[in-house]
């Protein structure tokens, strides 16, 4: 009887030892979603809107730098300054004719760009403005961009009527800088956004 007591007694103990365990560990779960949320409303200032205006040098067909910022036309994907498409059997610098394309809508024009996400470059991504003019969705429409997380619509129309780079034969931008050692990117998509969100509110620089 009393070894029965005891056999049993020994059952019930790891039992004990096991709550004891889930406890400290539920503690600690708890201990670092504070933590975090405390961490995240500390630095929710780094994600907060910005806007700027000045006048614009433009880099390429979707990049441009206002003062000391470089911005990137979030949503959109032009050919790098240096890519070459094809037209008509002949090859031609799309890049630079993209470039020149984003130029000649921003010339002589106040910029102003909006954001609140960085890329992994530390890139300010933004949407742009030229007297009112969205630099992003016009370099789309005329066929000079892709859709890159938005735009689909415009790019459609751009496709159908053989606009700009739509006129031949080219290399989707991100897939050309893969294949030739360039930025490597994500999309502008919303899940792209939640990890800039997450990258910007984590950093500590």
Not at 59 to 85: F, H, K, M, W
Not at 142 to 165: M, S
Request: contains cysteine; charged residues 30%.
């Amino acid at each position: 009887m009393n070894r029965m007591l005891w056999s049993g007694r020994q059952r019930r103990r790891p039992a004990r030892r096991r709550n004891r365990r889930g406890k400290f560990l539920d503690y600690c779960l708890a201990a670092a979603i504070l933590g975090l949320l405390v961490l995240v409303s500390a630095r929710l200032d780094r994600v907060e809107t910005r806007r700027i205006g000045g006048v614009a040098i433009i880099n390429d067909g979707d990049s441009i730098t206002l003062g000391t910022e470089r911005i990137r036309l979030v949503g959109i994907d032009a050919p790098e300054y240096g890519q070459i498409c094809r037209r008509n059997g002949t090859d031609y610098a799309c890049g630079r004719q993209a470039r020149e394309a984003l130029a000649k809508l921003a010339s002589g024009r106040s910029i102003t760009c909006s954001g609140w996400e960085r890329d992994r470059y530390g890139r300010l991504l933004a949407v742009c403005t030229a007297d009112g003019v969205d630099l992003n969705r016009r370099q789309v429409e005329q066929g000079w961009a892709v859709a890159y997380g938005d735009y689909e619509e415009v790019e459609k129309t751009a496709r159908r009527k053989r606009l700009g780079l739509w006129a031949g034969e080219f290399d989707v931008p991100r897939h050309w800088r893969d294949s030739h050692g360039g930025m490597v990117e994500r999309n502008h998509d919303y899940f792209g956004a939640m990890l800039n969100w997450v990258r910007e509110i984590l950093r500590f620089s």
